[in-house]
């Protein structure tokens, strides 16, 4: 759940998404793109969408994964009406998309305004640290964090994603990712074969 919503009660939760119809989303379909305007923010209630935004020689510097239960696109409730990054699902999903008019009425009652502002701060303080993440973190420690957050630090994984998408994710070109994964490989510390990976217990040390 996003952060904007995780401390909101079930009741509240369930009244945003009642009576709305959820939309299966093929692998691949891109949701919405960076400018365009809309008026639904959307929850993932199965798969996985990746948020990018394109820098100007063609990258797309991966923002957000978005997991199974997570609210997201929720700027365009206050501050705009374009979507300022792009979705994409990267697995077959399914996606309820939930017009700002909805929000907005259960936000006439002030205690559940109350408590989502005070999540709204929340995830500006998440972002922040995201920010300093990408700033300080080589492919390394951001290829290490991902792999931890998503599936614990486990001497092996079975992998959802391939490695132009694992780059995506932890915002590098592929060719950084390729040279980085041969260099682990290398030093005995990670190797990828085809869906798997396997760690060696020294990789996690810099988390």
Known sequence: MSDLFTHLGEDFLERLGEGLPAREIPRGTILFVEGQEGDHFFCLLRGQVRLFRSTGDGREVTLHMVEAGDLFAEIVLFERDTYPASAVAVEDSLVRAIPRGRLLGLLAEAPLREEFIRNLVGKMRFLSQQLYVLAT???????????????????????????????????????????????????????????????????????
Request: charged share 25%; glycine share 4%; hydrophobic share 45%.
């Open 137 to 207: 973190m080589d492919v390394r420690q951001r290829l290490a964090r991902f792999l931890a957050v998503r599936f614990g630090q486990v001497p092996l994984i079975t992998l959802d994603l391939n490695k132009q998408e694992t780059a995506a994710a932890i915002s590098v070109r592929p060719e950084t990712l390729s040279r980085a994964l041969a260099s682990l490989k290398d030093q005995g510390l990670l190797r990828w074969s085809g869906k798997t990976i396997t760690v060696d217990p020294r990789f996690w040390e810099d988390l």
